[in-house]
Antibody, heavy 128, light 110 residues
Framework: EVQLVESGGDLVQPGGSLRLSCAASGFTFSSYSMTWVRQAPGKGLQWVSYISSSSSDMYYADSVKGRFTISRDNAKNSLYLQMNSLRAEDTAVYYC?????????????????????WGQGTTVTVSS | QTVVTQEPSFSVSPGGTVTLTCGLSSGSVFTSYYPSWYQQTPGQAPRTLIYNTNTRSSGVPDRFSGSILGNKAALTITGAQADDESDYYCVLYVGSGSWVFGGGTKLTVL
């Protein structure tokens, strides 16, 4: 079964740090790009960060750039999000999601650019 | 700053048809934005419904369909059921390693 399981969410004070983890199973983790998406309480989804399969490319939403760092360990089938200088507005459920850049249809490779598998999320609360 | 717009709320009668839209605050949505749609019920993770404008994800009933209508992406539910009552989010790939979600539409089936 394809599965993503997040962990590491906690209550942290403003200015503090936290590291989230996402354990992948049921698929060849090293072949897929991965992302983090968050959802503040009562709000919508927000893309946070992206990392390519080989870690050669990493992207961040402007709201977290310079504070968050995405990384992965393909040998451990794990994705991470290091969050520093946390703010109250970072309070959210954080989901990891597998990213599909393209799919093979017959002999053609089609770009698709979507999030196909989601974890159940881990809750980060930033408060004093 | 790219803003993706969705109707905040919508209601549909059981068995009815509803079309939710996904637009841009400035400009049109094209297939090259690779619009995708996600369903989320309270307390649950999002579920992928539609990708690449109109391709249903594995296991998604064919009462869900995606398209481009005018200058927006659209999600149509035909023959709505009670368990379709959820929040629906679209997301657009705006390029250069950036994805923007719409604010979501809360669908009520009553």
């Amino acid at each position: 079964e394809v599965q993503l399981v997040e962990s590491g969410g906690d209550l942290v004070q403003p200015g503090g740090s936290l590291r989230l983890s996402c354990a992948a199973s049921g698929f060849t983790f090293s072949s897929y790009s991965m992302t983090w998406v968050r959802q503040a309480p009562g709000k919508g989804l927000q893309w946070v960060s992206y990392i390519s399969s080989s870690s050669s490319d990493m992207y961040y939403a402007d709201s977290v750039k310079g504070r968050f760092t995405i990384s992965r360990d393909n040998a451990k089938n794990s994705l991470y999000l290091q969050m520093n200088s946390l703010r109250a507005e970072d309070t959210a459920v954080y989901y990891c999601a597998r990213y599909r850049r393209n799919v093979a249809k017959d002999i053609v490779i089609l770009p698709v650019h979507y999030f196909d598998i989601w974890g159940q999320g881990t809750t980060v609360t930033v408060s004093s | 700053q790219t803003v993706v717009t969705q109707e905040p709320s919508f209601s549909v009668s059981p068995g009815g048809t509803v079309t939710l839209t996904c637009g841009l605050s400035s400009g049109s949505v094209f297939t090259s934005y690779y619009p995708s749609w996600y369903q989320q019920t309270p307390g649950q993770a999002p579920r992928t419904l539609i990708y690449n404008t109109n391709t249903r994800s594995s296991g998604v009933p064919d009462r869900f369909s995606g398209s481009i209508l005018g200058n927006k992406a659209a999600l149509t539910i035909t023959g709505a059921q009670a368990d379709d009552e959820s929040d629906y989010y679209c997301v657009l790939y705006v390029g250069s390693g950036s994805w923007v979600f719409g604010g979501g539409t809360k669908l009520t089936v009553l």
